[in-house]
């Protein structure tokens, strides 16, 4: 099994940064691709970006399209931990943000999707005021 902890979320005015930080332990091995989403109110949760891990996957990182231009993903293998800096933040922004991993690897859109992933995080809130 794999647990997943989030951190980095806060309140900040609009045009600002956060980053977003996702901890891994337990069964890391199994992991082949993470991805951050987020349950923005009145839309269901969405994928905004993945990365695959470990040396076979290679370093393949996808962003969608309605935030691409502000996100920017990372991740410190030595410390199991994935980042998401998010820049020029908007009040559509605000929402819970979740971290997930899969022991597949992710290619396209088709990883976007939320019902693809084994394990979640309980989520970090991010308030974007404007």
């Known amino acids: 099994h794999v647990q997943l902890v989030e951190s980095g979320g806060g309140s900040v005015q609009a045009g600002g940064s956060l980053r977003l930080s996702c901890a891994a332990s337990?069964?890391?091995?199994?992991?082949?691709?993470m991805g951050w989403f987020r349950h923005v109110p009145g839309i269901e949760r969405e994928g905004i970006a993945y990365?695959?891990?470990?040396?076979?996957?290679?370093?393949?990182?996808y962003y969608a399209d309605s935030v691409k231009s502000r996100l920017t993903l990372s991740q410190d293998n030595a410390k199991n931990t994935l980042y998401l800096q998010m820049n020029n933040l908007k009040p559509e922004d605000t929402g819970m943000y979740y971290c997930a991993a899969r022991t597949a690897y992710c290619y396209g859109l088709t990883a976007l999707s939320k019902s693809t992933y084994d394990f979640w995080g309980q989520g970090t809130q991010v308030t974007v005021s404007s």
């Open positions: 990365i695959n891990v470990g040396n076979t996957g290679g370093d393949t990182i």
């Open positions: 337990g069964a890391t091995g199994s992991i082949h691709c």
